[in-house]
């Protein structure tokens, strides 16, 4: 018996068993909350234009307490397919916007210092309030021992008095180290 090409031969029926939900083996892992949260984090900063959240939680440490007690970023917005020449949204108390204005182009610098590269070219300023933050307050390291006596004679020479203090805290961390870093 010669068949048409238009015909197909017919296919056996097999019946499928659905395998209940409690019998199928798991395809990922259970996971830590804490491996989950710097994700989260990170993406709901990025919805709201924030690169880097550290630039909300280190602003502090980026304008001077002085700038920080009275502003706050928002957000950075960036141009459509490009990680530079954003505008860097403020929050300014109000009153104080005239003399942030002319903080601007050293604000500018010192985000861009902070990114490492030219991330925010304009500032935006709106007023509103800003809730103080309370200052984080570090415990001294454990065990606090003497910058060793040959580098604190050599650091007495230098003149500038700031390169001097972060020369003798760099030093002062290396005495209380205990062997290499761990890169983590």
């Known amino acids: 018996m010669v068949r048409p090409m238009t015909e197909r031969p017919p296919t ?15 395809v990922g892992g259970s996971r830590r909350i804490a491996d989950l949260m710097p994700d989260i984090g990170r993406a709901a900063f990025r919805k709201f234009g924030f690169v880097q959240s550290s630039i909300v939680t280190r602003w502090a440490e980026i304008v001077g307490s002085h700038y920080a007690s009275i502003s706050a970023p928002e957000s950075i ?3 459509v397919g490009q990680k530079a020449g954003g505008t860097l949204q403020l929050t ?7 003399m942030v204005q002319h903080m601007v182009p050293d604000i500018i610098e010192r985000v861009n210092r902070f990114f490492g590269y030219a ?20 415990p001294p390291p454990r065990n606090l021992k003497p910058i060793p ?3 604190g004679d050599s650091l007495r020479d230098i003149g500038d008095p700031e390169l001097r203090t972060v020369l003798e805290s760099l030093a002062q961390g290396l005495a209380n180290s205990s062997g290499l870093p761990k890169i983590g």
């Open 12 to 26: 056996p029926k097999v019946k499928s068993r659905a395998i209940p939900a409690a019998e199928r083996p798991r």
């Open 119 to 138: 991330a925010v070219a304009k500032v935006a300023m709106r007023q509103g309030e800003i809730m103080p933050s309370p200052a984080e307050r570090r």
């Open 92 to 98: 300014v108390m109000s009153g104080h916007a005239p």
């Open 77 to 79: 917005r960036f141009p």
């Open 149 to 151: 006596v040959e580098l």
